[in-house]
């Protein structure tokens, strides 16, 4: 079982990046996918989540210029970040779930994770 983000960086205020994440080894397709971040001294907290369908959520922080999607044949997904801002610098991981609880997912609900991506934005 393995995800594998990519596509973090730096950036100025006002950028766009777009983070991928591939998932494999996973016995059945985890339906729930979400990406995280987390900054020192903070938990982890949820920034978005697709679900099968299609469906997705998104912290209130991030509502309108994040955008969560996901490939399900090529068993990727995708967080594409716009009009970006200091603090959203963090370490951003990817997460997979068997199923979306409902909002954006909390760390808990996530049963694999990857490694992280960091992701500085600069003022």
């Known amino acids: 079982v393995q995800l594998v983000e990519s596509g973090g960086g730096s950036v100025q205020a006002g950028g766009s990046l777009r983070l991928s994440c591939a998932a494999s080894g996973f016995p059945q397709p985890k339906n729930c996918m979400g990406w995280f971040r987390q900054v020192p001294g903070k938990e982890r907290e949820g920034v978005a989540g697709i679900d099968s369908d299609g469906n997705t959520s998104y912290a209130d922080s991030v509502k309108g210029r994040f955008t969560i999607s996901r490939d399900n044949a090529e068993s990727t997904v995708y967080l594409q970040m716009s009009s970006l801002k200091p603090e959203d610098t963090a370490v951003y991981f990817c997460?997979?779930?068997?199923?979306?609880?409902?909002?954006?997912?909390?760390?808990?609900?996530?049963?694999?994770w990857g490694q992280g991506t960091q992701v500085t934005v600069s003022s």
């Open positions: 997460a997979a779930a068997t199923l979306c609880g409902g909002g954006v997912p909390s760390p808990a609900e996530m049963v694999a």
